[in-house]
């Protein structure tokens, strides 16, 4: 993607020193950016460190650079405004339309999507005036990303940490990729409950060896990601991956299929909507696993190893549903065609034989998919139509998982009978990207 300009939009608290290292993942990937920080947010990190990392200069208020009418001019420039940390002051200040310092003013201008990430204590994030400035933010388009939960400035824990700058910079390059007519970050999953998995399984061959794939989890930590910036309450059971927990959401780890069905059924059973089966999972295990590290010995050669079949997790799930066909259940496929058959066309008879009632289909061949940020995918759904996501970031592939999902859930009773192609009426609302603040 072609650099764009961002505003990173620094207010005063603590979690202001990350914002360091999401700049620099901002100029990283090519970005032009401009920190807009508050008086209060230069109490934290200095102006020094902000200038010298972003290569612009950075003010506070709107009357320096008076000339250019930079208070104008930074937010009329922007095609995204991210601000990292969010206090509950900004947020207040930003629901009620305040253009008190430069960062309120640039808020009030831009017509660009607005990315914020609140970080505060559990009690100023939970205060009704907060929850209700974020709604109001919410209502108008802009996308609010739910705190981290964990251990804040003191010696309590709890949600108001600010979520890692790599998810706010994946969930910056959605917004960035997207089509301006399409937001792909609507508040229209709240309510919502969607169990994700991700990673792949192991199957243990011995104490230290099992049966592996490629599967780092990328694509499911971005399926999550996106679902609960999108309102989603989130599980997601995440086998083996080595990445950061996503905002907003409960993470279960497990090891092998037999515990990730084990633990996608729990999750299932205490009400979900919609289930995304991204996991890459061991159609086999071995059936006896050594409880010692297996020898080489030379006189016995390699060893035989029997192997059982796994259960077929997302079969099941689709099974065990009742007549209303709720959840709504996603598969994935990822696929090299062979000779004579196509990726898609495997993937069609997949849909067909897994029953569930959207398969998304990646091509993995020339090592396309695997251990990478990028991915090009088809959604199938039953009934024959399709959505080409092209290849992009992970998270944009999330998104239109995320926008198949929602326009299912549209449908009372028949997930099945909804045209991809149509926003939700919920989505269609909040599509006015960048209406406000
Ligand atoms: N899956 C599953 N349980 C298994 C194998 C796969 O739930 N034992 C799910 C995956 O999470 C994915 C979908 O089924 O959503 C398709 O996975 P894939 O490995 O492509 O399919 P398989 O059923 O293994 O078919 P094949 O190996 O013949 O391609």
Redesign the pocket.
Known sequence: MDGKNIVLGVSGGIAAYKACELLRRLKAAGHDVTVVATESALKFVGIATFEALSGNPVSTDVFTDVPTVRHVAIGQQADLVIVAPATADLLARTASGRGDDLLAATLLVSRAPVLMAPAMHTEMWTHPATVANVATLRSRGVTVVPPAVGRLTGPDSGPGRLPDPEHLAQLAELLLAADPAHHPLPFDLAGRRVVV?AGGTREALDPVRFLGNRSSGRQGYAIALVAAARGAEVTLVAANAALADPPGVVVRPVVS?VELQTAMREAVASGTDAVV?????A?FRPADPAAHKIKKTADTGPPAIELLE??????GLVADRGADRRPVIA?????TGDDTTSPLE?GRQ?LAR?GCDLLVVNRVDGGRGFETDHNAAVILRTGGDSVDVPFGPKTVVAAAVCDALAAALAQPGDPVATNLSTPTADSTDLNTRGATT
Do not use: H, T, W, Y
């Open positions: 998995s299929a089966m991204n996991a890459a999972v159609d796994n259960p077929d997790i997302l079969a598969g994935f496929a990822a696929e495997f997949k897994k």
